[in-house]
């Protein structure tokens, strides 16, 4: 596609609740990001893919939230259980394959609100 | 992660240049300097990137200091549509082109009309 595109736009769901955040990267771009941003606050890394390998979920907050990209293109972030202190926007980013590094292209985000 | 300082916020006039500093004094020989800007309600947006030299593109100018401890974007005439948080961040050498990007809090700027 033309741009990194997620999906829902906007989720409200009730605690405890699972929910599943999809984002569908720029066609050929192999690496993929995912990141959350509260309100006022620069975004804040969760995980990363190079093809459909997780390359790094350090940022992942605790076991509820999983990332996967089985084929290397559609990535889905679940979060399990849901709580309040997950509301927050998630964005999703993916890049080309560049041996200088590159710039990132951002989707839109999906905006979390966890009632 | 290398950390990056910026100043919080910053002010400049439109159609006059714009010097955002951003010192990095723990860079790594192998960290590239990535800038990349924010505007209300939209997702980062890459400005600019580089390693050692000074770099330009359609949208910025980017100086690094000679000893990589701290870089300037330039903004050569600020426009309204450049008032945005603009983040200053060190990203490792690529694993397989990918680099793992660790925002901080950004320098917010304002443009006067």
């Known amino acids: 596609g033309a741009g990194v595109s997620q999906s829902p736009r906007y989720k409200v769901t009730k605690r405890g609740q699972d929910v599943a955040l999809r984002c569908d990267p720029i066609?050929?771009?192999?690496?993929l990001y995912w990141y959350r941003q509260a309100l006022g606050q620069g975004p804040e890394f969760l995980t990363y893919?190079?093809?459909?390998?997780?390359?790094?979920k350090s940022g992942l907050p605790n076991d509820r939230f999983s990332a996967e990209r089985p084929e290397g293109s559609i990535s889905t972030l679940t979060i399990q259980r849901t709580e309040q202190r997950d509301s927050a926007m998630y964005r999703c980013?993916?890049?080309?394959?560049?041996?200088?590094?590159?710039?990132?292209?951002f989707g839109s985000g999906t905006r979390l609100t966890v009632v | 992660d290398a950390k990056t300082t910026q100043p919080n916020s910053m002010e400049s006039n439109e159609e006059e240049p714009v010097h955002l500093p951003c010192n990095h004094s723990?860079?790594?020989?192998?960290?590239?300097i990535h800038w990349y800007r924010q505007l209300p309600s939209q997702g980062p947006e890459y400005v600019i990137h580089?390693?050692?030299s000074n770099v330009n593109n359609r949208m910025a100018s980017l100086a690094i200091a000679e000893d990589r401890k701290s870089s300037t974007l330039i903004l050569h005439r600020a426009t309204l549509r450049d008032a945005a948080v603009y983040y200053c961040?060190?990203?490792?050498?690529?694993?397989?082109?990918?680099?793992?990007?660790?925002f901080g809090q950004g320098t917010r700027l304002t443009i006067n009309p």
């Open positions: 980013a993916s890049s080309l394959e560049r041996a200088g590094g590159g710039g990132y292209t």
């Open positions: 066609s050929g771009h192999v690496s």
């Open positions: 893919f190079n093809y459909e390998a997780q390359q790094d």
């Open positions: 723990t860079i790594s020989g192998t960290d590239y």
């Open positions: 580089g390693l050692t």
């Open positions: 961040i060190l990203a490792p050498l690529p694993i397989q082109g990918a680099q793992k990007l660790v």
